[in-house]
């Protein structure tokens, strides 16, 4: 390794060491993630610098290891517990008196202990009946997550396209993307009848790949390579995005996902992603 990637390596992981500092708990936290931390010296630098894993942010972990290489200036989201704070399936499901039913098949299919496109079509078929009204009612309610508007903002200054791929619906995704001004935004659509919901789902996003499959069409839109893109997620059905991608942040997240992540960021508040796309922006990851 050249002497001089040597020491641009240690000044810039000792200028994130001291400028924003961290707490020893979440080097501890770390070790959560399967991620090896070292104690920052030269001489652990110079032997293994790609490995070294630091917090440059309060509730942020970050794994050096995939971090050299530039990135495209597309960033995919995912909706539901990421840039709100709900699951917009579990919130139709409460206006439709099978909440419990319904938020128990979402934490096994977000987990990874269950088939997504199998737990989605059980889950939407038991929403049968509910009427449009209430279900927009209920989907007009979620909350977004604390620091959205920030975190869009300084995307949107630095030049980013975005894009929001949502195994949610459209009632409340077409609204969300156009509020939060995303250039693209895919979702699933609920079949209607007669003013009622029919229990029945379609769309381009109902099997556990179809993430995966989105990014490389947008990617090819945009013409640039989507393993160079920035994706942000929180469970199951983000990991073969996560593969895909070139950049991988894992936010207010399940551990199942945790392992494919480049930056785990606890929490569910957008600002503590925006030191991660500075970072990103200056080309220091």
Do not use: W
């Not at 128990?104 to 737990?119: E, K, L, P, W």
């Not at 927009?136 to 030049?159: H, T, W």
């Not at 001004?181 to 009848?193: A, E, P, R």
Request: glycine content about 8%; proline content about 2%.
């Amino acid at each position: 390794m050249p002497e001089s990637y040597i020491l641009f390596s240690l000044l810039l992981i000792l200028l994130l060491y001291f400028v924003v500092p961290c707490e020893e708990d979440e080097y501890i936290k770390s070790k959560h993630l399967g991620l090896h931390t070292y104690s920052i010296t030269p001489e652990k630098v110079k032997r293994d610098v790609s490995k070294v894993t630091i917090s440059i942010y309060s509730g942020v972990l970050m794994n050096l290891q995939s971090c050299n290489g530039k990135y495209a200036k597309l960033i995919i989201f995912d909706m539901d517990s990421t840039l709100i704070n709900a699951e917009t399936i579990d919130e139709l499901a409460k206006a439709a008196g099978v909440g419990d039913e319904v938020t128990n098949i979402t934490n096994y299919a977000m987990n990874g202990m269950m088939d997504y496109g199998d737990a989605l079509r059980k889950r939407v078929a038991m929403l049968q009946g509910l009427s449009m009204k209430k279900a927009l009612e209920a989907s007009d309610k979620m909350p977004y997550n604390q620091g959205v508007d920030e975190l869009m903002e300084q995307i949107r200054a630095f030049g980013y396209r975005t894009a929001m791929i949502s195994g949610g619906f459209t009632i409340s995704a077409d609204r969300i993307g156009r509020e939060l001004g995303m250039d693209y935004v895919y979702s699933n659509t609920l079949v209607i009848k007669d003013g009622v919901l029919a229990g029945e789902v379609t769309g381009p996003l109902t099997e556990h790949d179809s993430k995966e499959q989105i990014l490389i069409q947008i990617a090819a839109q945009e013409g640039v390579n989507p393993e160079k893109c920035v994706v942000i997620g929180d469970g199951a059905n983000d990991i073969q995005l996560f593969k895909k991608a070139g950049y991988r942040i894992a936010f207010n997240s399940k551990s199942v996902l945790q392992q494919y992540a480049d930056v785990v960021v606890d929490g569910n508040d957008l600002r503590k992603v925006i030191p991660v796309i500075k970072a990103l922006n200056n080309g220091l990851l």
